[in-house]
């Protein structure tokens, strides 16, 4: 099964909107004639309009880091009194293709949990947006090995009810929450254990084909120096980028990394 790599920038409370126009303008010559990986960065909710200007022609997609779900009468709102939030149809309406969904940032810092992150993996396609489901075990979680069970019922809880044609559609994000900005990353072996328990995971919830048709980033820490070996992993699809996508040479080298 060969599933096209994808990696994702997640740019996280950076960038002013001047830097981040500059970086994706550095970006795009870097990435000229890469085809066979799937590139996109997600700005703060202020960059995206300069952003998208700036990706205008480009093949580079964009994404946002979150997304706010209510559901109202069967149906998600998609305005209404809601102060300081963002509904699928508006950040469709800024040209954003892709959203992170329950990075560990978000579940740690603003109580997101497995189902509300289900609620917003089902609003995204309500509005055609497609999600990055983000999933991990913290390092006490790791310690006491706990790390397959963890991440089984996170991807569990995120997809229930979920169907296989959609679940196709989705990307999954592994990131160890003890990797994630720390500079410590998983060993390749580490990351590829736990890929092939969530496909696993995935074959016994849908079926193999839609298991197989999943792409699974890995995420945390991962930069020039470490990603060819973590994307030469079987189960390893790409990745989801923090730090190192904050610079254009960098993240472009994490793409082509990837390049098979
Ligand atoms: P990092 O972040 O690459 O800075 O470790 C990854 C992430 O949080 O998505």
């Known amino acids: ?15 002013l909107r001047s830097d981040a126009e500059k970086l994706v303008n550095e970006l795009k010559p870097l990435l000229e004639g890469i085809d066979s990986v799937d590139a996109a960065v997600c700005p703060t909710f202020t960059a995206l309009g300069k952003v998208a200007d700036a990706l205008a022609g480009s093949k580079i997609m964009l994404g946002a880091q979150n997304i706010h779900t209510v559901e109202k009468d069967g149906a998600f709102a998609q305005n209404g009194a809601y102060t300081g939030e963002l509904s699928a149809e508006m ?14 940032e978000r579940r ?11 609620a917003k993996v089902k609003s995204c396609f309500a509005q055609s947006l497609k999600p990055i489901v983000c999933v991990g075990e913290t390092l006490a979680e790791r310690d006491l ?10 991807i569990r809880g995120c997809f229930a009810g979920i169907p296989a044609d959609q679940a196709k559609e989705c990307v999954i994000a592994y990131e160890p929450v003890w990797a994630i900005g720390t500079g ?28 197989d048709a999943i792409r699974i980033q890995y995420g945390g820490s991962m930069k020039p120096g470490n990603a060819a070996e973590l994307l030469a ?6 990745g989801l980028i923090g730090g190192a996508s904050l610079k254009a040479e960098d993240f472009a080298a994490i793409i082509k990394a990837g390049v098979k």
Not at 91 to 104: F, P, R, T, Y
Not at 145 to 154: D, F, H, I, R, S
Not at 185 to 211: C, E, F, G, N, W
Not at 233 to 238: K, S, Y
């Open 1 to 15: 099964m060969s599933r096209k790599p994808f990696v994702a920038g997640n740019w996280k409370m950076n960038m």
């Open 91 to 104: 950040l469709k309406d800024a040209c954003v293709s892709w959203v992170i969904l329950g990075h560990s």
């Open 108 to 118: 740690q810092y603003f109580g997101e949990t497995d189902a509300g992150v289900n």
């Open 145 to 154: 090995e706990q790390t397959n069970a963890v991440v089984e019922v996170q």
């Open 184 to 211: 410590r990353t998983a060993t390749p072996q580490q990351a590829q254990d736990v890929h092939a328990h969530i496909r696993s995971v995935l074959a016994s919830m849908y079926d193999k084909a839609t298991a």
């Open 233 to 238: 992993q079987p189960d390893i699809d790409g």
